[in-house]
């Protein structure tokens, strides 16, 4: 695999991880289920906030306080999306990224989990929908990314499969 590859895939999660760190210690500064709306947007409020929030489980606050299980879990999975990343990504810079999005995300996470008692620090607050942070969004972006990917990878390749058949069934025609 190219150099080129892991380089994308790793400056994408340490993009992830510098911008979810960032924002997450200007939310921490504000009170907590204290909520923040741009002067003058306070029309925003039903439909977007930020709301400084935290949570001991999963993204979008499910399963809490299963802190330290998620910490060893985005372990895990770091572990294994640098492990698969040539096998998975190849060349392709979308996958490269998606992949890097979901490290960026659960690095983000856990870095919380490790400082902050097993909580990570949720503020993206739309509509009725769970708080969450860049990090989920990045792990939901990069799977979604991830899944897509796949499906056209293997699409392409029946494709291909169909087309050599074709031409192998014409060639018998011929001969």
Known sequence: MKF????????????VIALDQWIKSLVREMP??????PEGMEWLQPY???IHSYNTGAAFGSF????????LLAFIVAGLLVYYLPSVA??????????????GGALGNVIDRLLFDMRVTDFISIGNF???????????????????GLLIM??????ADKLAEFEGSEDQVDG
């Open 4 to 15: 080129k590859a892991y380089v994308r895939f790793f400056t994408v999660a340490i993009l």
């Open 32 to 37: 907590l289920y204290s909520v923040w709306l």
């Open 48 to 50: 977007a906030r930020v």
């Open 64 to 71: 809490e306080n299963l802190g330290l299980l998620f910490a």
């Open 90 to 103: 190849g060349d392709n810079a979308w996958m490269q990224t998606a992949m890097g999005l979901q490290l």
């Open 130 to 148: 769970a708080i969450f942070n860049i990090a989920d969004s990045a792990i939901t972006v990069g799977t979604a990314i991830l899944v897509i």
């Open 154 to 159: 293997e699409r392409k390749a029946k494709s």
